[in-house]
């Protein structure tokens, strides 16, 4: 019979940020995303800081609390030297995400005499890095994870007792175990009266899978204490591996980040072409000074092109730059990847309306290749941004890198342009010309208002009439810098055919700041 050894460092994200901020264990630190607290330490959880809150409410309830922005390079590049420590004593580790992983419990428990000794041996070699961490143990992986969260070594086919007890929301607490939607399945059988694993392990299989669907399915054998994915004959497909050199070897992290993504691209053009998904993934590199890293990404879920290039890139991320002793002393000369578990394609199911579509993954495929013919910065994607302009409300960044916001969207920003925001703005600014009807430029006064109506507005060589307005709307930013200070004023303007601009007034001149469509 098989065993599974899982090691959780409780609250990863919250630890991770307290560390890059150097603030003491005992500080209170929850970390957000999209103003809400998606993990927070358990200082913060003493003064009613919980998972779910709006940030402001957290700080109201703790005003001691730091609050960090969800940052899974951050998390992934902190968790490296606790990953090293536990493969140094124990290798064969598989990392389910930052602050969680799994390896096989038999040969360490009998490498250290007994699973309760690899379990001390474990933490206290975790503990030497500076991080605090539980070990579960049990006979199937999804067990040996709840058994961890708890600090319990689970008797050999004691798996279904030791769940019968438990909670349903249980089975939806770990993310990389279980399908993105888990938590509604775990809502839907509360609502039947389905309050514990036991009572939903006593089930009838066959009814779950015709009334649920297959997530259902999986975590009902998780709730049985049977293996989550059957036994799979499938053997590998020869040749899956890709593999790049580089010269000079890559010592920066946003050109290994890049080099990583070509090479996931690469990766699942093969798996493709095998008609095979990927669910546990390898990733190796060697050094220019003959240094060899590798560590195992073991998935919940077939893992999709840019699934595979954050792992790449949070892997390289914490090789490059992390606090870990076994930091390379070179740069990489050498990065492969390499499938070690796969399903058939079919397990990846592909969205019909956007996500993960046929052609979405065209589109992504094709800018991938434009990116490696120009340069990485060749190719940017928009992420909503605070600021009171459209064109401050866009953070461009380059495709492929995680999509962090210059300023929180979610704050307030008084002044902001009202709704709707326009289709289409412009970079540049045009000129434009607003004029009333005596042909007199207009303006804005310095009590903001128009100087005249607006009648025709003027475009190039191109004029139409102006048959409604809205604002103008004063804008006055930083007067306190006067390297910074700026003062304008935005309207709307609609004009005949039915066409809509944003237009904004600096130094008496109108320019166009965007389209309504």
Not at 75 to 81: C, G, K, N, S
Not at 84 to 89: H, K, S, T
Not at 298 to 327: F, H, I, M, N, Y
């Amino acid at each position: 019979m098989s065993r599974v050894l899982a090691l959780w460092c409780p609250d990863w994200p919250a630890v991770a940020a307290a560390a890059l901020a150097d603030l003491p264990a005992t500080h209170p630190v929850a970390v957000t995303s999209g103003n809400r607290v998606i993990a927070c330490s358990a200082t913060a959880r003493a003064e009613g800081v919980r998972r779910g809150l709006r940030r402001r409410e957290s700080q109201a309830r703790c005003p001691e609390l730091y609050v960090a922005v969800a940052d899974p390079e951050r998390d992934a590049r902190l968790f490296e030297p606790v990953a090293a420590a536990v493969d140094a004593a124990a290798p064969g580790i598989e990392v389910l995400r930052p602050g969680l992983l799994v390896l096989s419990a038999r040969g360490v428990s009998r490498y250290f005499g007994s699973e309760e000794a690899a379990a001390e041996r474990l933490v206290d070699q975790v503990a030497a890095v500076g991080v605090e961490c539980q070990v579960g143990v049990a006979d199937q992986l999804s067990t040996a994870v709840i058994a961890a969260r708890r600090a319990v070594l689970v008797p050999p086919g004691g798996g279904a007792s030791f769940l019968a007890p438990l909670p349903m929301s249980e089975l939806a607490a770990e993310p990389s175990l279980s399908a993105p939607h888990r938590g509604e399945l775990v809502d839907l059988l509360h609502r039947l009266g389905i309050r514990t694993i036991g009572s939903f392990a006593d089930l009838p299989a066959v009814d779950v899978a015709s009334r649920f669907g297959t997530d259902a399915v999986l975590a009902h054998r998780a709730a049985r204490g049977e293996p989550e994915r059957p036994p799979s004959a499938r053997t590998l497909p020869p040749d899956l591996e890709v593999e790049q050199q580089y010269d000079p070897s890559i010592e920066r992290v946003d050109a290994a980040a890049f080099a990583g993504r070509a090479l996931a691209s690469l990766l699942h053009d093969k798996l493709s072409g095998a008609a095979v998904a990927c669910t546990r993934l390898l990733i190796s590199a060697s050094t220019g000074n003959g240094e060899h890293l590798s560590r195992t990404w073991r998935c919940a879920e077939p893992l999709t092109p840019e699934g595979t290039a954050d792992r790449v890139r949070w892997q390289l991320d914490g090789w490059l730059s992390g606090r870990s002793e076994a930091k390379p002393t070179a740069g990489i000369a050498v990065l492969r990847l390499e499938p070690v578990e796969v399903v058939s394609a079919g397990a990846l199911q592909l969205g019909l309306w956007g996500g993960v579509g046929d052609e979405d993954e065209r589109a992504r495929r094709a800018l991938v290749r434009v990116q490696g013919l120009l340069g990485g910065e060749s190719v940017q994607v928009g992420v909503l941004s605070g600021g009171r302009g459209p064109l401050e409300r866009i953070t461009l960044l380059p495709l492929g890198d995680e999509r962090v916001a210059a300023h929180d969207p979610t704050s307030p920003w008084p002044g902001r342009l009202p709704q709707p925001a326009p289709g289409s703005i412009f970079v540049d600014n045009p000129k434009v010309v607003l004029r009333d009807a005596s042909g007199t430029a207009v303006y804005v006064t310095e009590r903001g208002v128009f100087s005249a109506r607006p009648a025709r507005l003027t475009w190039g060589s191109k004029e139409w009439a102006v048959q409604g307005w809205a604002g103008p709307w004063p804008v006055d930013e930083r007067w306190w810098d006067t390297a910074a200070v700026r003062t304008a004023a935005r309207a709307q303007v609609l004009l005949e055919q039915s066409r809509a601009l944003l237009v904004i007034c600096e130094g008496g001149r109108w320019s166009v700041e965007g389209v309504y469509e």
